[in-house]
């Protein structure tokens, strides 16, 4: 999942950057509100994450921007900005939910977490195919009932095939969801890591479409 982490707080943004990359989001950070406008129409964030006091433009201007592109992106605000006046505010114009700093750490993953849950990615922790289980809370894989470790990336490229398992991902689509934005990316990553896990996996699991791309199916069976 995609977060587009708007902070110029460069302490913050660097601790909350290696924090939500341990939860396994796909983060791009911005110190600017000019800049976070581009990127959200480029990185198509999943969620955003929005400070409102930012150096070029204030926040409630680059929410009010957000919304302005017809996207239903959750919007969390983290600001110092504590009034209720500010809070209402955000909340009227189109935000999803505000939390004041200084904030604790684990409200904010808690809150991220209800917002995944109503984007419908996370109704379960577990994602389950056949005799394959990835638990999302615990970032763990068990195949036929035994624990497989899995390297992060390894591991968001199965999540990213088994939340949508029956449809097929090209490389691209794979790409998008697994590098951090401007990240440099090898011809063959891809390859190398659906065939590191296929060794991790039964036979097949993971299928091949010639010229397309890579699939789970709904029964690993099939």
Wanted: charged letters at 25%; hydrophobic letters at 40%.
């Amino acid at each position: 999942m995609k977060v587009l982490l708007v902070e110029d707080d460069k302490d913050l943004a660097a601790g909350l950057v290696k924090v939500l990359q341990t939860e396994s989001f796909l983060v791009c950070h911005s110190a600017r509100g000019s800049d976070a406008k581009s990127q959200f129409t480029q990185f198509q964030p999943d969620l955003v994450i929005l400070d409102l006091g930012l150096p070029d433009i204030d926040g409630i201007q680059v929410l009010k921007y957000f919304r302005s592109q017809k996207k239903e992106t959750p919007v969390l605000i983290l600001t110092a900005r504590d009034g209720l006046a500010d809070k209402v505010n955000a909340l009227d114009i189109g935000a999803d939910d505000y939390l004041a700093k200084p904030f604790d750490l684990a409200e904010l993953l808690a809150r991220l977490r209800v917002m995944t849950r109503r984007l419908g990615t996370a109704s379960s922790s577990k994602i389950q195919v056949g005799n394959v289980v990835l638990d999302i809370a615990a970032h763990a894989l068990m195949v036929n009932g035994e624990a497989v470790r899995l390297p992060r990336k390894e591991y968001m490229v199965l999540k990213t095939l088994m939340e949508e398992a029956g449809r097929v991902k090209t490389k691209e689509m794979l790409e998008n969801n697994l590098y951090e934005w401007g990240e440099e990316i090898g011809s063959n990553a891809i390859e190398v890591h659906i065939s590191n896990l296929r060794k991790k996996l039964p036979e097949q699991f993971i299928k091949t479409i010639r010229g397309v791309g890579y699939t789970v199916s709904r029964n690993d069976n099939q």
